[in-house]
């Protein structure tokens, strides 16, 4: 399984970022689709979660402020990011767990930049 993450970049503050992560090869369900980000001179962090039939969850950081979705057909997750902030600014990574095979996948990162 490869996680190809894309749209990450630079933003303004208080400015919107949307980024994706696509998962190929062969996926079982149910399965969980991730983010996590990392910033400069921290630890990964996580941002949110989705699972196969679209139970979300998320870090209070970024409540009310991002929403993550997934299309199952194109094995592909989203993360919408409105309000950013400077403190947002990281590396994404993207994350693909299946519990049941205790596989867990992770995709090469898009840096999201958020100017003050």
């Known amino acids: 399984v490869q996680l190809q993450a894309s749209g990450g970049g630079l933003v303004q503050a208080g400015g919107s970022l949307s980024v994706s992560c696509a998962a190929s090869g062969r996926i079982f369900s149910p399965n969980t689709m991730a983010w996590y980000r990392q910033a400069p001179g921290k630890q990964r962090e996580f941002v949110a979660t989705?699972?196969?039939?679209?139970?979300?969850n998320y870090a209070d950081s970024v409540k009310g402020r991002f929403t993550i979705s997934r299309d199952n057909a194109k094995n592909t997750v989203y993360l919408q990011m409105n309000s950013l902030k400077p403190e947002d600014t990281a590396v994404y990574y993207c994350n693909l767990m299946v519990p049941v095979r205790a596989e867990n996948y992770w995709g090469q990162g898009t840096l999201v930049t958020v100017s003050s």
């Open positions: 989705i699972t196969s039939d679209g139970r979300t």
